[in-house]
């Protein structure tokens, strides 16, 4: 006789009766794990059915007797013939769609389960899903990357009855008889629950269906991951303003939610998880939610308390994941551990032999050569070009690089995703592991999703592309590593079926500011056009523009008084700036005017390469005795001087003028001699200038402008170019800023 596997006992039953008897007893509780291949289960005919095989098929048993029926029109319920097989009576009338001989059918399949529509499909050969793999590098693969025959079997039995063979096949059934519930053969319904209830299957797109003649919809998604739970209903008693209830209860599983700065995005990403846990009854476990960065994450998991057992990782956290083989990930052979930029660098310098030049870093440039290679999935050859020869050889050097890696079981970030989207493209098994646990996902910050990211995230969301993202293509931050309004712009051709539900209100800025901004955006020439509206109500519409002069810190401070004067409080006020180091003059000034400040920069601002080299040369300047030998160094080191790097020690072991320039007379190098000698006599008139009255901002400007600190500074942020950090120069300005805060150069740091 059959039996059934039942995932409450970890046992078999003859019959549902005992299934359900079993889940009585154990109140729902599964001890029986899931099976890793129960993720192929509702993708193919499977080889090894649930329900066991046996010398032959008990005729009539309720167990196994599917009933192969049309059901409601709103389910879409297909059948799988084979060539020249008459379909059922109830399918007569249905379009026929023939698989494995003639055009692919994908974007016929596509359009037809989006719409709910029944069809015939003769498939001519066999239906395997997630067998296909691909061994090019992800660079030539690129992020609209798909598996077309996976995406057309998945089509084909995610929602239909397979008839090909002498007994009718509907895994989905199955699986829901394994939960315990009892099939139905009078189309009163497909399977009635534990509970007695009767239900619908939907085997379709992810989505949500209200109850059919009074009978609730249970979607293949709920049942994989093991619940027989009806919804409860797709309405939210949270408080969103219309625009965020729309997005939040949108009734599809793919969804554009176009979200400006301020629009509460946050709000809708953690009630949408909440919502289709709590409301559309779907597992945890097929829901992923991925957040930015670790702080977002953070944030995210502080506002889901309520919803345990829900996924919120970064993109990092999930590539680490399945590499490593952690739940809920297939197994992989090894861990691997994960070195941070210095391991990188030591690395880095091993491989490639960089010439001795001051002020520069060009190790810098090959760690934003090798993440441009992997996050933006450009050929190697491509990004050494790109370069103008600062990366002369990386193309050679960037296997190597990652053969290291590999060798010594090491990943760096970068690393990460590149290794999970190989193990991803090639191994089917540890596909659809990782698919099943991503039936659902939400993906913050969708604009700055990099080319590799993408590909991540839809080789994650499968067939079904269930994927509901958040963000704002005018706010596309990273396109230096190829992030691209193009992902939001094109959404629907990503994710095709995907629906819309743009964010329009502003709750965060005053009404002038959100005007003014959204003026400025109109001007974006690739975007996804958009209504921004203001939220507050407040009459002063807290937008002014103030000509900053000559002085745009004064301009800054006089600002923050007035609005003081007028009845705010500090801590109503926010301060912005361009760049972080130029808060440092806005921070001082307030705290010298006695106003409480939070945030700003900190001690670190100090340690920065040119405000180093500024305050070094004031000290230096501002000695009337002897100079500290770190000064000294410092000072000669920048600006630049082109000298042996030795000699450039023995300078920074002086401790006046005239020791520097007896070192100069030991020299034997007139060239050596000559930069030691200009050193000398630069020192001294850095000293003349603030002994005679020279003002801290005055020698600064000689400094920067005279003596070329200024352009020693810039050629270190060519070795920046791409990157969105600060400039090294935009540090300069914020020194020479406080500078006319403090005249004295010898207290400047008092």
């Known amino acids: 006789m059959p039996s059934i596997s039942c995932v409450y006992c970890g046992g078999s039953h003859a019959s549902a009766d005992e299934v359900r008897a079993c889940w009585q007893r154990s109140e729902g509780t599964q001890v029986a794990p899931v099976r890793p291949d129960d993720a192929l289960l509702f993708d193919e005919p499977p080889a090894l059915p649930l329900v066991e095989p046996a010398d032959e098929w008990a005729e009539g048993s309720p167990t196994l007797t599917v009933a192969v029926h049309r059901g409601p029109a709103e389910l879409g319920r297909n059948v799988i013939v084979s060539p020249g097989q008459p379909a059922p009576a109830d399918w007569a009338d249905a379009p026929r769609v023939v698989v494995g001989a003639g055009p692919s059918p994908l974007t016929q399949l596509r359009s037809l389960a989006a719409t709910r529509t029944s069809v015939v499909i003769e498939v001519h050969g066999d239906l395997v899903v997630t067998a296909e793999s691909c061994t090019q590098p992800p660079h030539q693969v690129g992020p609209r990357h798909e598996f077309v025959d996976d995406a057309i079997a998945h089509l084909c039995v995610s929602n239909a009855f397979d008839l090909r063979s002498e007994i009718p096949r509907w895994p989905l059934v199955e699986r829901a008889i394994q939960l315990g ?26 989505r949500f269906t209200e109850p059919i003649d009074g009978m609730p919809v249970l979607h293949r998604v709920a049942i994989e991951h093991g619940s027989l739970q009806p919804p ?19 009734d599809g599983g793919a969804a554009r939610i176009i979200a400006p ?4 995005k946050t709000r809708v990403l953690t009630e949408r998880a909440r919502h289709l846990v709590q409301q559309w009854r779907i597992p945890p476990t097929a829901v992923c939610l991925v957040a930015f960065n670790k702080r977002a994450q953070e944030e995210i998991q502080a506002r889901t308390t309520d919803v345990p057992g829900l996924h919120v990782r970064t993109l990092n956290a999930i590539a680490l994941a399945i590499i490593n083989g952690a739940p809920p990930f297939a197994r992989q052979p090894a861990r691997l551990a994960t070195i941070d930029e210095g391991q990188v660098r030591k690395l880095i310098q091993q491989m490639v032999r960089f010439p001795r030049k001051r002020n520069s870093d060009p190790v810098a440039t090959w760690i934003e050569a090798l993440s441009m290679a992997r996050l933006g999935l450009l050929d190697p050859a491509t990004v050494e070009a790109r370069y103008d020869g600062e990366v002369e050889g990386f193309a050679e050097v960037f296997p190597r690089y990652r053969t290291t890696l590999a060798r010594a079981g090491q990943v760096d970030f970068d690393e990460q995703v590149q290794r999970a989207i190989e193990l991803l493209l090639t191994d089917p098994a540890a596909r659809a592991t990782a698919q099943r646990a991503c039936r659902f996902m939400l993906v913050d910050e969708f604009q700055d999703l990099t080319p590799a990211h993408l590909l991540l995230v839809r080789l994650l969301a499968g067939p079904d592309g269930a994927v509901f993202a958040v963000g704002d293509d005018d706010q596309t931050i990273y396109g230096y590593n190829g992030a691209d309004p193009a992902w939001l712009i094109d959404f629907a051709t990503l994710f095709p079926g995907a629906g819309e539900h743009p964010l329009e209100v502003n709750y965060r800025c005053p009404a002038g500011v959100v005007r003014a901004a959204d003026t400025l955006l109109r001007h974006n020439r690739r975007r996804v056009p958009k209504t921004i509206r203001a939220g507050a109500t407040d009459p002063h519409d807290g937008f002014l523009v103030a000509p900053a002069g000559a002085d745009s810190v004064d301009t800054t401070v006089q600002a923050i008084h007035t609005a003081i004067a007028a009845g705010h409080q500090p801590t109503d006020i926010a301060v912005l700036t361009r760049v972080n180091s130029l808060l440092a003059p806005v921070q001082v000034a307030l705290r010298v005017d006695g106003v409480p400040v939070s945030g700003g920069v900190g001690s670190e601002f100090v340690d920065r390469t040119a405000v180093r080299a500024g305050l070094a040369w004031l000290r230096v300047a501002a000695s009337s005795g002897q100079l500290d030998s770190a000064d000294v160094a410092e000072a000669f080191r920048r600006p630049a001087r082109s000298v042996h790097p030795r000699i450039a020690d023995w300078v920074g072991e002086q401790r006046s003028v005239a020791d520097i320039r007896r070192l100069a007379q030991r020299l034997q190098n007139e060239r050596d001699t000559q930069q030691v000698v200009g050193f000398a006599l630069d020192i001294e008139r850095m000293q003349r200038l603030a002994s005679t009255g020279g003002s801290t901002a005055a020698i600064l400007d000689a400094l920067r402008n005279q003596m070329g600190l200024a352009r020693t500074i810039a050629s270190l942020d060519t070795h920046r170019r791409g990157m969105n950090r600060a400039a090294q120069n935009d540090d300069l300005t914020a020194l020479a800023q406080l500078a006319t805060l403090h005249p004295v150069p010898a207290s400047f740091e008092g």
């Open 232 to 250: 409860v209903g797709n309405t939210t008693a949270a408080e969103l303003a219309p625009d965020q209830l729309e997005a939040v209860t949108h």
């Open 181 to 206: 519930a009892r099939s139905v053969s009078d189309g009163r319904g497909d399977v009635q629950l534990p509970t007695g209830e009767l239900a619908w299957l939907d085997g379709g797109p992810p």
């Open 261 to 264: 700065a301020g629009s509460g």
